[in-house]
């Protein structure tokens, strides 16, 4: 699967944004996606998933009630609504599919997930 994120930018602490990740084929229902973000010297860590069937959800801590991930099952693409952001958050934001036979709990690890799409770079200022 082929995925092409977009809707970085830079914004004022406080302030959101929102990302989208199209997908170049219809996502399997039991696929999940997920984003990572990987801020300049550190590694890349786990934001958000989302189950393609159900639309359940999974965050890390770190975003828990400032971002939503959600899915447009029509157009194959996946959204994350960022918002109350803040110079932390300024990273490469990737979106990725995991690639599931059948359901299976939700995983922040990104070994578990086999296409990435080009990343797109958020920046947040104080």
């Known amino acids: 699967v082929q995925l092409q994120a977009s809707g970085g930018g830079l914004v004022q602490a406080g302030g959101s944004l929102r990302l989208s990740c199209a997908a170049s084929e219809p996502i399997f229902s039991n696929y999940h996606m997920g984003w990572f973000r990987q801020a300049p010297g550190q590694e890349r860590e786990f934001v958000a998933a989302?189950?393609?069937?159900?639309?359940?959800?999974n965050y890390a801590e770190s975003v828990k009630g400032r971002f939503t991930v959600s899915r447009d099952n029509y157009k194959n693409t996946v959204h994350l609504q960022m918002s109350g952001l803040k110079p932390e958050d300024t990273a490469v934001y990737y979106c990725a599919v995991r690639k599931l036979l059948r359901a299976h709990p939700f995983s922040s690890s990104e070994s578990q997930f086999a296409d990435w799409g080009q990343g797109t770079q958020v920046t947040v200022s104080s």
């Open positions: 989302i189950k393609w069937r159900d639309g359940n959800t």
